[in-house]
Every structure is written in C-alpha cells, then in structure tokens.
C-alpha cells in the first residue's frame, strides 16, 4: 500500500501544456484502468477532474486530459490558465482499496 | 444535487475514540459504495476506508486495521466512521466520499485533532 509516486511541483506559463505523472506498480496503476485525478485548491475538499484513466465528469474543461502506459497515469493541463494553479492528486484502484499519489503543486507562472 | 456532511470531529487524547458521521442527500444512497478520505495538516490525501453498498463488505489501510471500523445506515443515508485508539498521526481532515471506481463527489470534512 505505498503511495504512487507523482513530481512534487510542475509550472508553466499561461496558455503552455503540463503534464503530471503517476507512477505505480502492476498491483495498482498498471493492473487496472481505475485511476483517477484531483484537483484541491488551498483550504478545499478535492475535485475529481478524471476518472477511469481518461473520463471528464460533466462540467471539468477539456483542456484536462488523461492517459495510462503502463505502471504509469499523466494528466495533461492544456492551455494553462491562472484556475489550474491547484494541488493535483491521483488514485489507483489496487484490488479492494485505493492508493492515492504524493500530490503535486501546479504553478502558473 | 449530490451533498455530503460530515460531523462528530473534534480534539481527542490519544487512546480516545471518536465517532464520524456522514449525512448523504441528493443520490439513491444504496446503490454505492461510500468511503472515507483523510487528509495530515498539510500532507497529502490518504483512502482510510470504504464499505459496500449493502454493508457486507469493508476494506480499510493497514494502518487503521483493528482500529477504525466503518459502518452504515441505509434507512438513514448515513455512514460512519468508529475511530478507536487513536494515535497522534490519525490527526487530519477526514473527508466522507461517493464512490465509483475511487472517490467521486465529497464533503466538506471534518478536522480530528489527537494532542494530549
């Protein structure tokens, strides 16, 4: 049950793309297509952004998209905007329980 | 529209216990899996527990086996979070969830404090 592994910050300037990865095992992110994406704003309760790998729930912008190779999940922030600046988490179904990633910071520069 | 509520957080001495509650409106409670999120003052989001729909099958981490025990009441939309022998590193936001293949909507959280 150890976290995934994401970087610890990513920043781009405006209107630049940035991916975040998420790196696990073949027990968790590369054994299922379960991993979703949050994000969390300073002093709130998480969003989820995406789920299933690489599904956009109803109202998350386009511009966020996911991907899985792999023991490793990505979520590509497209056109970057000074919103996107947020905490960023994701989370592996790992076969009865989930396993969350360490977390990275997006900065917009 | 989907609304969670938790309450019952709170200041506790280690070895106490607390009871979290989670009050859910909004979906047919009954047809997900509910789980509990926690989240260290400025660390990051932990999965603690979750519990089937029905109540006959709970999952938990390590290192609340034993310890925590989730439960709920369908009649009731409610779930609830027993927390028992707690340690200075349970002290965190625990935030009540709805899940589908991981959590999907969330409350607000409540805040548990362990200091003695």
């Known amino acids: 049950q150890s976290a995934l592994t994401q970087p610890r910050s990513v920043s781009g300037s405006p209107g630049q793309s940035v991916t975040i990865s998420c790196t696990g095992s073949?027990?968790?992110?590369?054994?299922?297509?379960?991993v979703s994406w949050y994000q969390q704003h300073p002093g709130k309760a998480p969003k989820l952004v995406i789920s299933?790998?690489?599904k956009r729930p109803s109202g998350v912008p386009d511009r966020l998209s996911g991907s899985k190779s792999g023991n490793t999940a990505s979520l590509t922030i497209s056109g970057l905007q000074a919103e996107d600046e947020a905490d960023y988490y994701c989370?592996?179904?790992?076969?009865?329980?989930?396993?969350f990633g360490t977390g990275t910071k997006v900065t917009v520069l | 529209e989907v609304q969670l509520v938790e309450s019952g957080g709170g200041l506790v001495q280690p070895g106490g216990s607390l009871r979290l509650s989670c009050a859910a409106s909004?979906?047919?409670?009954?047809?997900?899996?509910m789980t509990w999120v926690r989240q260290a003052p400025g660390k990051g989001l932990e999965w603690v527990a979750n519990?089937?729909?029905?109540?006959?099958?709970?999952n938990y981490v390590d290192s609340v086996k034993g310890r925590f025990t989730i439960s709920r009441d369908n009649a009731k939309n409610s779930v609830f979070l027993q927390m028992d022998s707690l340690r200075v590193e349970d002290a965190a936001v625990y935030y009540c969830?709805?899940?589908?293949?991981?959590?999907?909507?969330w409350g607000q959280g409540t805040l548990v404090s362990v200091s003695s």
């Open positions: 519990i089937k729909e029905d109540g006959s099958d709970q």
């Open positions: 073949s027990s968790d992110v590369g054994g299922y297509n379960h």
């Open positions: 909004g979906f047919t409670f009954t047809r997900f899996w």
């Open positions: 989370c592996s179904y790992a076969g009865s329980l989930y396993v």
């Open positions: 299933d790998v690489s």
């Open positions: 969830t709805r899940e589908i293949w991981g959590p999907e909507y």
